[in-house]
């Protein structure tokens, strides 16, 4: 349900001051798309933008923003909902796919917006869309996702922010295109004359202009610190007065200053008087949180006669049940009680901290008892809670709440140490926590009494210990310490009720993995996001689905991981409703989805995946995040054919593995195996062959079995397929891939088997085996088959379109491998084009990576307007043939953003239908 209040303009008023000078400022000219009103609190912003909405005529949604606006599909369905104020028919479809969906099909929902509003362009020519109190707005995606909107907004539509501070928006790029108006706090400011005509027509006082002058240069115009003192209208009668209410004034650092603030005070009878000084605690206000805080029993009537009185109090629904004070006033009012009764901001304080526990606001009671200072409440709370905050995000504000507390409180107590020890291994800070650990176990022996008074208690924080050690011991690969630990501490609490399953499991999971025991991680994984969920433990449903999503990768079970993935964020979306915690994104699952989908040659799909990952590693990362971001970037890099920019990726991740290894708890994927396919690509055979002899003559130094596997696919790689490989290289090829095959586990690491089985054919193949290399594809393609590995034989495309074809056997679906050939058909074109040969090594920039199918291919930006990614990714489909409900469902769209999708598609083409797109497409080479 939408708070209906939120859309409620500021209501016309014939005495408000017209100010034509900035009217003529806000008004739009052509081509303008966004007008920005930057001031500080108590400028006029939203009185002035109200004033120009009112009387321009157009057609206008007014959307007020707060911090909880800050998660993306709340504020697309606010924004949504206040078009629909207009007009119930604007983005019908796109908030039904809004709700259907999460913020990673946003990108839809706003073309399926832009295009609705665009469609009634002739019944509203000029549409404005205000944000007031746009610097609420934080959030990364969300800004994003509207500088997108923004980018293509339809012509007849035009967007209005008010804001405290300059909004993270690319405003200099948006000049240069002469997208803005822009008015600031010194175009705000009162002038003399405004001054003089504010106090006289709108507070309906007599004053000089000499007088106004003196109040204006005093305020500097600020209009807020002049209604205050405009409240004092009795002590405003002559010079001598306003000078003498005005003289504890002195520059722009406290306009509303106590004296100023005392006045307005003296002129309300004492009970009001009180209720303002107390409820300036908090920043909502409605009848019976008052009534609950203050201890009265009519404070709803109370807040309605501020309102009749025009009191600096705003309110919030229609209803008005619930309010706010402007926050200038309640600032300067909470500043004045705490002045003079400490004691009662104390008490209220309490009692609002009680209200905000009882209403599971658990983070706002804590910033309050900051400001309170009662540090055994706060111990007691963060005692209580810490665990549940750690694993919801909040492990930074954690590690500044302990350091808060007094030293001697957190000497005194295990749990705090503790939470300071996880707190600490979250920001993977782990060079930090051994001290501490062995600081926390000394306490533990001296204090052994009382601890053990209750071993629930006891037991909980040793196998907390023996926990974080094992994950220490993984980043020191010492994977026995690190298995024999973890497995200790699930016998210890296996039949105890304490929260610590999830992540002792995910430790056993980590440890399967990194052996090769794929079937023993899947169920240690499993088990850890069922305990995750029922301990309410985010951080470890999201870990544990992110590295269960990459084992069924290996495993071969794509559309497993991807339902896996699916269901993850599904439940992440039901059960994080709080819109100030932190955005949890897991560097495995997105990872491992790019992988997925490259596998499937949808490259588009896996650069939306990793997208947000290398969003991430621009703003820094943790060290093993860095390094797997830059391998699945690498990885994408290398599928199209940029292998110098693909091999800057991987010696980034090289170096940071080289300088943190003792940060990050498992050994990364096979950098070098990748590089010396790179190296072999851009035609430095004879680097990588020096390193694929020395990998051939010394066992793998890898201590995860699959790293091992991929190291040593990719020395028979670089030995079986070279043009130029003699045949004591490709037997010597051949000798490992047989050996592999006979350790491989039947069932498991499929990835790995089907690239074995397509080596072995193209092994067999030059060695003149055709039988042996025809069984190989066969069994190859079967395997490959069943989630649909395409990018395996696209890799050695030209090697193998042979064998594929010559391929009958009736354990490989037709339309499968039709499609394989199809694959390998357009690789041979774009390579016979010289459109994918060797590049250059002029390195690459981290995040950056471009692929055939990317929008800023030339063909595509010789259009007038180029397609976006997801649009040169439905147009190929429709190449392939496809219907819009198939293109739906692979793409895991609705149909309806697939028609907008193409609306868009026919539109920057200037087309009328499928044929003429595919024409136009081929025409421009973009197909």
Same mark, same amino acid.
């Given at each position: 349900?939408?708070?209906?209040?939120?859309?409620?303009?500021?209501?016309?008023?014939?005495?408000?001051?017209?100010?034509?000078?900035?009217?003529?400022?806000?008004?739009?000219?052509?081509?303008?798309?966004?007008?920005?009103?930057?001031?500080?609190?108590?400028?006029?912003?939203?009185?002035?933008? /109200?004033?120009?909405?009112?009387?321009?005529?157009?057609?206008?949604?007014?959307?007020?923003?707060?911090?909880?606006?800050?998660?993306? !599909?709340?504020?697309?369905?606010?924004?949504?909902?206040?078009?629909?104020?207009?007009?119930?028919?604007?983005?019908?479809?796109?908030?039904?796919?809004?709700?259907?969906?999460?913020?990673?099909?946003?990108?839809?929902?706003?073309?399926?917006?832009?295009?609705?509003?665009?469609? #009634?362009?002739?019944?509203?020519?000029?549409?404005?869309?205000?944000?007031?109190?746009?610097?609420?707005?934080?959030?990364?995606?969300?800004?994003?996702?509207?500088?997108?909107?923004?980018?293509?907004?339809?012509?007849?539509?035009?967007?209005?922010?008010?804001?405290?501070?300059?909004?993270?928006?690319?405003?200099?790029?948006?000049?240069?295109?002469?997208?803005?108006?822009?008015?600031?706090?010194?175009?705000?400011?009162?002038?003399?004359?405004?001054?003089?005509?504010?106090?006289?027509?709108?507070?309906?006082?007599?004053?000089?202009?000499?007088?106004?002058?003196?109040?204006?240069?005093?305020?500097?115009?600020?209009?807020?610190?002049?209604?205050?003192?405009?409240?004092?209208?009795?002590?405003?009668?002559?010079?001598?007065?306003?000078?003498?209410?005005?003289?504890?004034?002195?520059?722009?650092?406290?306009?509303?200053?106590?004296?100023?603030?005392?006045?307005?005070?003296?002129?309300?009878?004492? *009970?009001?008087?009180?209720?303002?000084?107390?409820?300036?605690?908090?920043?909502?206000?409605? /009848?019976?949180?008052?009534?609950?805080?203050?201890?009265?029993?009519?404070?709803?009537?109370?807040?309605?006669?501020?309102?009749?009185?025009?009191?600096?109090?705003?309110?919030?629904?229609?209803?008005?049940?619930?309010?706010?004070?402007?926050?200038?006033?309640?600032?300067?009012?909470?500043?004045?009680?705490?002045?003079?009764?400490?004691?009662?901001?104390?008490?209220?304080?309490?009692?609002?901290?009680?209200?905000?526990?009882?209403?599971?606001?658990?983070?706002?009671?804590?910033?309050?008892?900051?400001?309170?200072?009662?540090?055994?409440?706060?111990?007691?709370?963060?005692?209580?809670?810490?665990?549940?905050?750690?694993?919801?995000?909040?492990?930074?504000?954690?590690?500044?709440?302990?350091?808060?507390?007094?030293?001697?409180?957190?000497?005194?107590?295990?749990?705090?140490?503790?939470?300071?020890?996880?707190?600490?291994?979250?920001?993977? !800070?782990?060079?930090?926590?051994?001290?501490?650990?062995?600081?926390?176990?000394?306490?533990?022996?001296?204090?052994?009494?009382?601890?053990?008074?209750?071993?629930?208690?006891?037991?909980?924080?040793?196998?907390?210990?023996?926990?974080?050690?094992?994950?220490? &011991?993984?980043?020191?690969?010492?994977?026995?310490?690190?298995?024999?630990?973890? !497995?200790?501490?699930?016998?210890?609490?296996?039949?105890?009720?304490?929260?610590?399953?999830?992540?002792?499991?995910?430790?056993?999971?980590?440890?399967?993995?990194?052996?090769?025991?794929?079937?023993?991680?899947?169920?240690?994984?499993?088990? &850890?996001?069922?305990?995750?969920?029922?301990?309410?433990?985010?951080?470890?449903?999201?870990?544990?689905?992110?590295?269960?999503?990459?084992?069924?990768?290996?495993?071969?079970?794509?559309?497993?991981?991807?339902?896996?993935?699916?269901?993850?964020?599904?439940?992440?979306?039901?059960?994080? *409703?709080?819109?100030?915690?932190?955005?949890?994104?897991?560097?495995?699952?997105?990872?491992?989805?790019?992988?997925?989908?490259?596998?499937?040659?949808?490259?588009?799909?896996?650069?939306?995946?990793?997208?947000?990952?290398?969003?991430? #590693?621009?703003?820094?990362?943790?060290?093993?995040?860095?390094?797997?971001?830059?391998?699945?970037?690498?990885?994408?890099?290398?599928?199209?054919?940029?292998?110098?920019?693909?091999?800057?990726?991987?010696?980034?991740?090289?170096?940071?593995?080289?300088?943190?290894?003792?940060?990050?708890?498992?050994?990364?994927?096979?950098?070098?195996?990748?590089?010396?396919?790179?190296?072999?690509?851009?035609?430095?055979?004879?680097?990588?062959?020096?390193?694929?002899?020395?990998?051939?003559?010394?066992?793998?130094?890898?201590?995860?079995?699959? *790293?091992?596997?991929?190291?040593?696919?990719?020395?028979?790689?670089?030995?079986?397929?070279?043009?130029?490989?003699?045949?004591?290289?490709?037997?010597?090829?051949?000798?490992?891939?047989?050996?592999?095959?006979?350790?491989?586990?039947?069932?498991?690491?499929?990835?790995?088997?089907?690239?074995?089985?397509?080596?072995?054919?193209?092994?067999?193949?030059?060695?003149?085996?055709?039988?042996?290399?025809?069984?190989?594809?066969?069994?190859?393609?079967?395997?490959?088959?069943?989630?649909?590995?395409?990018?395996?034989?696209?890799?050695?495309?030209?090697?193998?379109?042979?064998?594929?074809?010559?391929?009958?056997?009736?354990?490989?679906?037709?339309?499968?491998?039709?499609?394989? #050939?199809?694959?390998?058909?357009?690789? /041979?074109?774009?390579?016979?084009?010289?459109?994918?040969?060797?590049?250059?090594? *002029?390195?690459?920039?981290?995040?950056?990576?471009?692929?055939?199918?990317?929008?800023?291919?030339?063909?595509?930006?010789?259009?007038?307007?180029?397609?976006?990614?997801?649009?040169?990714?439905?147009?190929?489909?429709?190449?392939?043939?496809?219907?819009?409900?198939?293109?739906?469902?692979?793409?895991?769209?609705?149909?309806?953003?697939?028609?907008?999708?193409?609306?868009?598609?026919?539109?920057?083409?200037?087309?009328?239908?499928?044929?003429?797109?595919?024409?136009?497409?081929?025409?421009?080479?973009?197909?």
């Amino acid at each position: 349900m939408l708070l209906q209040t939120k859309f409620f303009a500021p209501a016309s008023n014939p005495k408000t001051i017209q100010r034509d000078r900035l009217l003529g400022l806000i008004t739009p000219g052509e081509g303008k798309k966004l007008s920005l009103v930057i001031a500080p609190a108590g400028y006029g912003k939203t009185t002035l933008v /109200g004033q120009w909405l009112h009387s321009t005529g157009a057609t206008f949604a007014w959307l007020s923003l707060d911090e909880s606006d800050n998660d993306p !599909r709340r504020f697309w369905q606010y924004v949504i909902g206040a078009l629909q104020r207009i007009d119930p028919s604007i983005a019908r479809e796109a908030n039904e796919l809004l709700a259907k969906t999460g913020f990673e099909h946003m990108e839809a929902v706003i073309i399926m917006l832009a295009n609705s509003l665009s469609d #009634l362009g002739t019944h509203y020519p000029q549409l404005v869309l205000a944000f007031d109190d746009f610097h609420h707005i934080q959030d990364f995606d969300v800004l994003r996702n509207l500088v997108f909107f923004i980018d293509y907004l339809p012509p007849n539509v035009h967007i209005i922010l008010t804001s405290r501070t300059e909004p993270v928006l690319p405003l200099s790029r948006w000049r240069v295109k002469n997208y803005l108006n822009e008015i600031y706090a010194a175009d705000l400011a009162f002038s003399d004359e405004e001054c003089y005509r504010f106090f006289r027509e709108f507070m309906a006082l007599e004053i000089s202009k000499d007088e106004a002058r003196q109040i204006r240069d005093k305020t500097e115009g600020w209009v807020a610190a002049m209604q205050l003192a405009a409240i004092s209208k009795e002590n405003l009668q002559t010079n001598t007065g306003i000078d003498k209410s005005l003289g504890n004034y002195h520059g722009t650092d406290r306009l509303i200053n106590d004296y100023v603030l005392s006045e307005i005070l003296e002129k309300q009878p004492e *009970n009001l008087k009180t209720f303002l000084l107390r409820s300036s605690c908090l920043v909502r206000l409605n /009848g019976q949180l008052c009534d609950t805080v203050l201890n009265l029993s009519s404070s709803q009537e109370t807040l309605e006669n501020l309102e009749q009185s025009n009191l600096f109090i705003i309110p919030l629904d229609t209803s008005h049940s619930w309010y706010r004070y402007h926050d200038l006033f309640r600032e300067s009012l909470f500043h004045r009680i705490e002045l003079e009764n400490p004691e009662q901001v104390a008490d209220i304080q309490r009692k609002a901290i009680d209200w905000l526990l009882d209403h599971d606001q658990v983070h706002e009671a804590i910033d309050q008892l900051v400001q309170l200072q009662d540090w055994n409440w706060l111990k007691e709370i963060l005692q209580d809670h810490g665990n549940t905050l750690i694993h919801d995000g909040h492990h930074l504000p954690m590690l500044e709440w302990i350091n808060l507390l007094p030293a001697d409180k957190v000497a005194e107590s295990p749990q705090l140490q503790m939470l300071k020890i996880w707190s600490l291994f979250f920001s993977n !800070r782990l060079d930090t926590i051994p001290p501490l650990l062995e600081s926390l176990e000394e306490m533990l022996d001296c204090q052994t009494a009382k601890v053990h008074a209750n071993a629930d208690d006891a037991l909980a924080l040793t196998s907390e210990i023996s926990l974080i050690r094992s994950y220490l &011991a993984r980043a020191k690969a010492d994977t026995k310490s690190a298995s024999d630990l973890t !497995r200790q501490v699930l016998e210890n609490i296996d039949h105890a009720n304490m929260p610590l399953k999830s992540v002792t499991y995910y430790g056993i999971g980590i440890d399967c993995f990194n052996n090769g025991e794929l079937d023993d991680a899947e169920r240690a994984l499993s088990s &850890a996001i069922q305990y995750g969920k029922f301990e309410h433990k985010p951080s470890a449903v999201i870990s544990s689905s992110g590295l269960l999503t990459w084992i069924l990768y290996y495993k071969g079970e794509l559309d497993k991981a991807c339902d896996t993935s699916t269901r993850t964020q599904a439940w992440l979306d039901s059960h994080i *409703n709080d819109p100030g915690q932190p955005k949890m994104i897991s560097c495995w699952q997105n990872s491992a989805m790019a992988r997925i989908y490259l596998e499937k040659n949808e490259d588009t799909i896996a650069a939306s995946y990793l997208a947000p990952l290398l969003d991430h #590693l621009e703003s820094g990362t943790e060290p093993g995040q860095h390094v797997i971001i830059q391998f699945v970037q690498a990885q994408l890099l290398y599928t199209q054919r940029k292998f110098s920019q693909a091999i800057a990726c991987i010696e980034d991740a090289q170096r940071i593995y080289e300088h943190k290894k003792e940060a990050i708890l498992y050994e990364p994927p096979g950098l070098s195996a990748l590089k010396a396919k790179c190296l072999l690509n851009i035609g430095q055979y004879r680097q990588a062959l020096g390193w694929a002899e020395a990998n051939y003559r010394d066992t793998p130094r890898c201590v995860s079995q699959l *790293n091992q596997e991929e190291q040593l696919l990719a020395v028979a790689h670089i030995f079986i397929c070279p043009q130029e490989s003699p045949p004591e290289l490709i037997e010597k090829g051949l000798a490992i891939l047989e050996k592999m095959n006979r350790g491989l586990p039947e069932r498991h690491h499929i990835k790995h088997r089907i690239e074995l089985h397509i080596l072995r054919a193209i092994g067999h193949q030059k060695s003149g085996k055709v039988a042996e290399a025809q069984e190989n594809m066969t069994q190859a393609l079967h395997l490959a088959s069943k989630d649909r590995f395409i990018a395996l034989f696209k890799e050695n495309g030209s090697l193998l379109i042979d064998l594929i074809t010559r391929c009958s056997d009736v354990s490989v679906p037709v339309s499968f491998h039709s499609e394989v #050939l199809r694959c390998l058909s357009e690789t /041979g074109k774009d390579e016979s084009k010289g459109k994918s040969g060797p590049d250059t090594p *002029n390195g690459a920039r981290s995040g950056q990576p471009s692929s055939p199918s990317n929008a800023s291919s030339a063909e595509n930006q010789s259009l007038i307007e180029p397609l976006s990614q997801r649009e040169l990714e439905v147009l190929h489909l429709i190449y392939e043939g496809h219907a819009n409900k198939q293109i739906a469902s692979k793409l895991f769209l609705s149909p309806a953003t697939i028609k907008a999708h193409i609306r868009n598609i026919y539109g920057k083409l200037d087309v009328k239908s499928r044929t003429e797109a595919l024409a136009k497409a081929r025409s421009c080479n973009l197909v």
